[in-house]
């Protein structure tokens, strides 16, 4: 199927048959009856390395071997810090410490049965595709693209999971708190009735800047700098704002049907911050005319908010990431549960290499690119000024990545207009090798 072709009902169609292609198959990977998981870690920045300690932490018998950046120095950081934190379970030799934009692949080449990707999302179509090629179970962070083109990539690379009996879990860690597990499941049984409406908010302060610095090409620096370049990140409401999105794609079990926004770039106006917006207003269509009002913004000293509401005919849920609430339309109170203190980051590797040792494949693919691509909606009709629907967006061939990836000269987007930037371009260009 032609990435044009695939349309709102065609993509539940693909996310359906990759549902029953994991049910169905007894294809079960594993590295034969090695008794110790060995790990690869692709991007090496704070969460690769976080999540790397994770796997560790999460596991009996887990040993990080393998580690690839596209920079020397993150790579020796990282390297550094790992070996500090998780002893002997540090395996990582300098024949296995790899720089580059090829490390990702000779990280692939080595003898590891398990691959994390944590390079700036907009590499991760092309890594994630290359770790299912080489029959490698994947923890992959979100959002996994930054555009249309991208997403299908994931998808299709996907159904190579299926296939082989590779597990696949992404970076949602709302899905593994209990507290969200249980008020969802109350939503999903019926607790609050039919939902009517709701709302979710990720208002923060900003997020870390890296200064450009003397000799470094433009595609050195928009790499260090990659939160700021949508080709890298895909703007924060995509980098960061689709933990909500996905939580509400949870609730609803579905993807919206179309978006309208506003949004723009007032608080941080300076080159440094590349074309990036720092504020997002998004009001989603989700099945039965559902409207859901979503809202992110970087800002800083203004109040913050990080919360989920969902709205039903009996009551209201509030969904927090310190607790979750229930509450009747009168005021009582029927479902309460504070966060137990259990941490996500380490219970998604935790389900991951369980579900390979005993032979249960999970494929998260779908649903985190579901999500991801929810948030590509409401990013590009707010770059655009239009009403989009999930239709237009899957079928407009949107690819942000660059004809190749080489340092040297790479232009800066300009900060996207409503009615006047466009939904399906390619940009930026690369100019030369350097």
Same mark, same amino acid.
């Given at each position: 199927?032609?990435?044009?072709?695939?349309?709102?009902?065609?993509?539940? +169609?693909?996310?359906?048959?990759?549902?029953?292609?994991?049910?169905?198959?007894?294809?079960?990977?594993?590295? $034969?009856?090695?008794?110790?998981?060995?790990?690869?870690?692709?991007? *090496?920045?704070?969460?690769?390395?976080?999540?790397?300690?994770?796997?560790?932490?999460?596991?009996?018998?887990?040993?990080?071997?393998?580690?690839?950046?596209?920079?020397? #120095?993150?790579?020796?950081?990282?390297? !550094?810090?790992?070996?500090?934190?998780?002893? #002997?379970?540090?395996?990582?030799?300098? &024949?296995?410490?790899?720089?580059?934009?090829?490390?990702?692949?000779?990280?692939?080449?080595?003898?590891? #049965?398990? %691959?994390? =990707?944590?390079? /700036?999302?907009?590499?991760?179509?092309?890594?994630?595709?290359?770790?299912?090629?080489?029959?490698?179970?994947?923890?992959?962070?979100?959002?996994?693209? %930054?555009?249309?083109?991208?997403?299908? +990539?994931?998808?299709?690379?996907?159904?190579?999971?299926?296939? +082989?009996?590779?597990?696949?879990?992404?970076?949602?860690?709302?899905?593994?708190?209990?507290?969200?597990?249980?008020?969802?499941?109350?939503?999903? &049984?019926?607790?609050?009735?039919?939902?009517?409406?709701?709302?979710?908010?990720?208002?923060?302060?900003?997020?870390?800047?890296?200064?450009?610095?003397?000799?470094?090409?433009?595609?050195?620096?928009? *790499?260090?700098?990659?939160?700021?370049?949508?080709?890298?990140?895909?703007?924060?409401?995509?980098?960061?704002?689709?933990?909500?999105?996905?939580?509400?794609?949870?609730?609803?079990?579905?993807? /919206?049907?179309?978006?309208?926004?506003?949004?723009?770039?007032?608080?941080?106006?300076? /080159?440094?911050?590349?074309?990036?917006?720092?504020?997002?207003?998004?009001?989603?269509?989700?099945?039965?005319?559902?409207?859901?009002?979503?809202? *992110?913004?970087?800002?800083?000293?203004?109040?913050?908010?990080?919360?989920?509401?969902?709205?039903?005919?009996?009551?209201?849920?509030?969904?927090?990431?310190?607790?979750?609430?229930?509450?009747?339309? #009168?005021?009582?109170?029927?479902?309460?549960?504070?966060?137990?203190?259990?941490? $996500?980051?380490?219970?998604?590797?935790? &389900?991951?290499?369980?579900?390979?040792?005993? $032979? +249960?494949?999970?494929?998260?693919?779908?649903?985190?690119?579901?999500?991801? =691509?929810?948030?590509?909606?409401?990013?590009?009709?707010?770059?655009?000024?239009?009403?989009?629907?999930?239709?237009?967006?899957?079928?407009?061939?949107? &690819?942000?990545?660059?004809?190749?990836?080489?340092?040297?000269?790479?232009? !800066?987007?300009?900060?996207?207009? /409503?009615?006047?930037?466009? =939904?399906?371009?390619?940009?930026?260009?690369? %100019?030369?090798? =350097?």
């Amino acid at each position: 199927m032609k990435e044009q072709e695939i349309n709102r009902r065609n993509f539940v +169609k693909v996310t359906a048959a990759g549902t029953l292609g994991l049910m169905a198959s007894g294809n079960f990977a594993y590295a $034969g009856t090695r008794d110790v998981m060995r790990v690869g870690v692709i991007g *090496c920045g704070g969460r690769g390395t976080g999540a790397a300690r994770d796997a560790v932490i999460s596991s009996e018998k887990v040993e990080i071997v393998a580690m690839g950046d596209l920079f020397q #120095d993150r790579l020796d950081a990282s390297r !550094t810090a790992l070996q500090q934190e998780i002893g #002997d379970a540090y395996k990582v030799d300098d &024949d296995h410490a790899f720089v580059g934009f090829d490390a990702y692949q000779n990280i692939l080449d080595t003898d590891i #049965d398990l %691959v994390i =990707l944590a390079s /700036p999302p907009g590499f991760r179509p092309k890594h994630f595709t290359a770790a299912m090629n080489a029959g490698k179970h994947v923890f992959m962070e979100k959002p996994v693209s %930054v555009d249309v083109a991208g997403a299908m +990539k994931i998808m299709e690379a996907g159904k190579i999971a299926d296939q +082989k009996g590779l597990s696949v879990v992404a970076g949602t860690l709302y899905r593994r708190q209990p507290s969200f597990m249980e008020a969802i499941q109350h939503i999903h &049984d019926g607790m609050i009735g039919e939902i009517v409406a709701a709302q979710e908010y990720y208002l923060t302060g900003p997020i870390w800047l890296r200064e450009r610095k003397e000799g470094m090409s433009d595609m050195e620096w928009q *790499c260090r700098n990659w939160y700021y370049f949508t080709w890298l990140g895909g703007d924060h409401i995509v980098e960061q704002f689709v933990h909500n999105i996905d939580v509400i794609n949870w609730v609803f079990q579905s993807h /919206p049907e179309q978006a309208i926004s506003l949004g723009g770039r007032i608080a941080r106006t300076a /080159p440094e911050y590349g074309h990036i917006y720092d504020h997002f207003s998004v009001e989603y269509t989700y099945p039965g005319d559902v409207l859901v009002e979503a809202k *992110c913004r970087q800002f800083t000293g203004a109040t913050n908010r990080v919360e989920n509401r969902v709205v039903g005919t009996k009551g209201i849920a509030h969904l927090n990431p310190q607790n979750s609430a229930i509450y009747a339309h #009168d005021g009582s109170m029927l479902f309460e549960m504070t966060e137990p203190g259990a941490n $996500g980051y380490v219970q998604e590797h935790t &389900d991951l290499i369980a579900s390979i040792r005993e $032979g +249960k494949p999970i494929n998260e693919t779908n649903q985190i690119t579901a999500s991801t =691509l929810t948030a590509v909606l409401g990013r590009e009709s707010a770059y655009t000024g239009l009403q989009l629907s999930w239709e237009e967006l899957m079928s407009s061939g949107l &690819d942000l990545s660059p004809p190749s990836h080489e340092f040297g000269p790479i232009e !800066t987007p300009p900060v996207p207009i /409503p009615g006047i930037t466009k =939904l399906s371009r390619t940009t930026p260009t690369s %100019v030369q090798k =350097l």
